[in-house]
């Protein structure tokens, strides 16, 4: 059986050394799987909305903290090359990582394809009751129906 001594040893060894890191470990392992937490791959914007999303759910901190974690996250997990999103079969949570929407957001899409079939095209997602087509629009290259 996993000690938890070994466990926290398997989360941190995932983390590069850097500046950012002891800060993650301290603060972020308070509500999160590091492990989960850091597989998300984002750009900055991406990893700048999380960082917003999560302050508004309570993560506290000096601001020279939260930056030294924005920016560890931002320069060790990258975007990088990543497939084009299937609306079509997305999940919630693809569709909250990949295109930085609101859960909420993410949610009136699933709930609008299962109503209405389909998505046909980027207009066809942008007439989604509740969603900012402007996040739609920014993100058009990384979609496919």
């Given at each position: 059986?996993?000690?938890?001594?070994?466990?926290?040893?398997?989360?941190?060894?995932?983390?590069?050394?850097?500046?950012?890191?002891?800060?993650?470990?301290?603060?972020?392992?308070?509500?999160?799987?590091?492990?989960?937490?850091?597989?998300?791959?984002?750009?900055?914007?991406?990893?700048?909305?999380?960082?917003?999303?999560?302050?508004?759910?309570?993560?506290?901190?000096?601001?020279?903290?939260?930056d030294a974690i924005f920016e560890y996250l931002a320069k060790n997990f990258p975007a990088g090359e990543v497939p084009a999103l299937n609306v079509n079969r997305a999940s919630a949570i693809d569709l909250e990582s990949r295109l930085t929407l609101k859960r909420s957001e993410a949610a009136a899409i699933i709930s609008y394809r299962a109503k209405h079939g389909p998505f046909k095209s980027i207009e066809d997602l942008k007439k989604v009751p509740g969603v900012d087509s402007a996040k739609i629009e920014a993100k058009k290259d990384r979609l496919t129906f």
């Amino acid at each position: 059986m996993w000690s938890l001594a070994v466990l926290a040893d398997l989360a941190q060894a995932q983390l590069p050394e850097g500046p950012g890191r002891s800060e993650i470990q301290r603060l972020c392992v308070q509500c999160h799987d590091l492990a989960k937490s850091v597989s998300v791959r984002q750009d900055r914007e991406a990893w700048g909305a999380t960082m917003e999303k999560m302050l508004a759910l309570g993560l506290k901190g000096p601001d020279q903290e939260l930056d030294a974690i924005f920016e560890y996250l931002a320069k060790n997990f990258p975007a990088g090359e990543v497939p084009a999103l299937n609306v079509n079969r997305a999940s919630a949570i693809d569709l909250e990582s990949r295109l930085t929407l609101k859960r909420s957001e993410a949610a009136a899409i699933i709930s609008y394809r299962a109503k209405h079939g389909p998505f046909k095209s980027i207009e066809d997602l942008k007439k989604v009751p509740g969603v900012d087509s402007a996040k739609i629009e920014a993100k058009k290259d990384r979609l496919t129906f």
